[in-house]
C-alpha cells in the first residue's frame, strides 16, 4: 500500500517556474515507478512524466513538456518532484502523482494517486 501527497502548486505567471512534490508513504514507495499527471478541465487526464524507481534512472516525458519540465525523486525521503519551467497558459490543469509498475503512459497502468494539486498560469 503507497499513499501519495501532492503539494506546491499554485497561481503564476506565463514563463514561471513551479516545483511540485509528491510525499509518498508506505514501505514499498521505492520498488514503483512514479509517474505525474495533469487534468484540465473538461479534458482527459494526460501523462506528463515518470520515472523508474532507481533515484537517477529512466525518465519519459509528454512532447508538450520536454525540455521545460524535469521529474525526479529522493527514495530515502519517500519525495517525487516535479520541477516545471516556462510555464504556459495551456499547462493549467490539477497536477496528480502516481505510483505503477513501468513506465507506461496510460492512466489505468497506474495503482495509487494522489488528491492532486491545482496548479494556475495566467497569461
Known amino acids: 500500500q503507497v499513499q501519495l501527497v501532492e503539494s506546491g502548486g499554485g497561481l503564476v505567471q506565463a514563463g514561471d517556474s513551479l516545483r511540485l512534490s509528491c510525499a509518498g508513504s508506505?514501505?514499498?514507495?521505492?520498488?514503483?515507478?512514479m509517474g505525474w499527471f495533469r487534468q484540465a478541465p473538461g479534458k482527459e487526464r494526460e501523462f506528463v512524466a515518470v520515472?523508474?524507481?532507481?533515484?537517477?534512472?529512466?525518465?519519459r516525458y509528454a512532447d508538450s513538456v520536454q525540455g521545460r519540465f524535469s521529474i525526479s525523486r529522493d527514495n530515502a525521503k519517500k519525495m517525487l518532484y516535479l520541477q516545471m519551467n516556462s510555464l504556459k497558459p495551456e499547462d493549467t490543469a490539477v497536477y496528480y502523482c502516481?505510483?505503477?509498475?513501468?513506465?507506461?503512459?496510460?492512466?489505468?497502468?497506474?495503482?495509487?494517486w494522489g488528491q492532486g494539486t491545482q496548479v494556475t498560469v495566467s497569461s
Open positions: 508506505g514501505r514499498t514507495f521505492s520498488s514503483y515507478a
Open positions: 502516481a505510483a505503477g509498475n513501468n513506465m507506461r503512459v496510460g492512466p489505468s497502468q497506474y495503482t495509487y
Open positions: 520515472i523508474t524507481w532507481s533515484v537517477g534512472g529512466s525518465t
